[in-house]
């Protein structure tokens, strides 16, 4: 069973860099399928942050690319979120989840880690 | 502001239909056949329910079923259970350059 578990700091300040990782577990991300990051503010609807393939190659949300990095740890078997300068607006609940080349078919999740940015 | 427009809200009692639009445009839902809907419980990750427009995936119930006209997504569940309470989400692709889209959301209640 592909199982993912997100983890980083619960609380960035602003104007600092958000830093999430991914853990995946159950599937080997060099086998294939695409990595993602969708993000919940509190109360809200759901936004695609980016995604990466095993191979590195990345995507960004045009609204979030000047701010975001992905990358992927073979090795490691998991993948990182940074995301810079970030303000209150980035307070949300950051979820990763796996994708196929048809990138809006998220089938797994992880169970999604709250990040609330406060001096 | 959503990419996708959803109402937000629907309602109907067990047993019945309810069907949740999903609007988009003709960069997204009207051009690609890539729509799939999520369902969000309180405090849980999102599910997927559908994804192609209309496939299910293995282990969702087939009361669940999409659609897609012109630039309209629609999710229509048949026999609506008190377990069906929940949020969904609507999702497109949006060409090479926005990639993906998600719709704001609807909240379904079960009466």
């Known amino acids: 069973q592909v199982q993912l578990q997100e983890s980083g700091p619960g609380l960035v300040k602003p104007s600092e860099t958000l830093s999430l990782t991914c853990a995946v577990s159950?599937?080997?991300?060099?086998?294939?399928?695409?990595w993602g990051w969708i993000r919940q503010p509190p109360g809200k609807g759901l936004e695609w942050i980016g995604s990466?393939?095993?191979?590195?190659?990345?995507y960004y949300n045009p609204s979030l690319k000047s701010r975001v990095t992905i990358s992927v740890d073979t090795s490691k078997n998991q993948f990182s979120l940074k995301l810079s300068s970030v303000t209150a607006a980035d307070t949300a609940v950051y979820y990763c989840?796996?994708?196929?080349?048809?990138?809006?078919?998220?089938?797994?999740w992880g169970q999604g880690t709250l990040v609330t940015v406060s001096s | 502001q959503s990419a996708l427009t959803q109402p937000a809200s629907v309602s109907g009692s067990p047993g019945q239909s309810i069907t949740i639009s999903c609007t988009g445009t003709?960069?997204?839902?009207?051009?690609?056949?890539?729509v799939s809907w999520y369902q969000q419980h309180p405090g849980k990750a999102p599910k997927l329910m559908i994804y192609?427009?209309?496939k299910r995936p293995s282990g969702v119930s087939n009361r669940f079923s999409g659609s897609k006209s012109g630039n309209t997504a629609s999710l229509t569940i048949s026999g609506l259970q008190a377990e069906d309470e929940a949020d969904y989400y609507c999702?497109?692709?949006?060409?090479?350059?926005?990639?993906?889209?998600f719709g704001g959301g609807t909240k379904l209640t079960v009466l």
């Open positions: 159950g599937y080997s991300i060099s086998s294939g399928y695409y």
């Open positions: 990466i393939y095993h191979s590195g190659s990345t």
């Open positions: 989840a796996r994708h196929s080349a048809t990138v809006t078919e998220f089938d797994y």
């Open positions: 999702c497109s692709y949006a060409g090479s350059s926005t990639h993906v889209v």
């Open positions: 192609e427009v209309s």
């Open positions: 003709s960069s997204d839902v009207g051009s690609y056949n890539l």
